[in-house]
């Protein structure tokens, strides 16, 4: 599957951003989908996923303020992020991960900045 992420940009802090990521195919078929993000010159790590049940999990950081959703008739992954600080600039990627057979497939990334 192919993972196309988009709707980063420039916004001032406090301000909001909504993210998308389309898939090529079924987001069914993986258990979960994720956003991740890399801050330059730190590791890549997870902002947010949510289970093809549709359970949630957000890093702490984030909680309260970014909103995964799904919507699997369009093959599409949401990140809703509000009230943006400018720790939470970075490149954004969309991940989907299958427990089997084994499947981890990233976006190219979406950059998002936030100035103070």
């Known amino acids: 599957v192919q993972l196309q992420a988009s709707g980063g940009g420039l916004v001032q802090a406090g301000g909001s951003l909504r993210l998308s990521c389309a898939a090529s195919?079924?987001?069914?078929?993986?258990?979960?989908m994720g956003w991740y993000r890399q801050a330059s010159g730190k590791q890549r790590e997870l902002v947010a996923n949510?289970?093809?049940?549709?359970?949630?999990f957000y890093q702490d950081s984030v909680k309260g303020r970014f909103t995964i959703s799904r919507d699997n008739a369009k093959n599409m992954v949401y990140l809703q992020m509000n009230s943006l600080k400018s720790d939470d600039t970075g490149v954004y990627y969309c991940?989907?991960?299958?427990?089997?057979?084994?499947?981890?497939?990233w976006g190219q990334g979406t950059q998002v900045t936030v100035s103070s």
């Open positions: 991940n989907a991960y299958g427990d089997w057979p084994p499947r981890d497939y």
């Open positions: 949510i289970l093809s049940g549709g359970s949630t």
């Open positions: 195919g079924s987001i069914l078929n993986f258990n979960r």
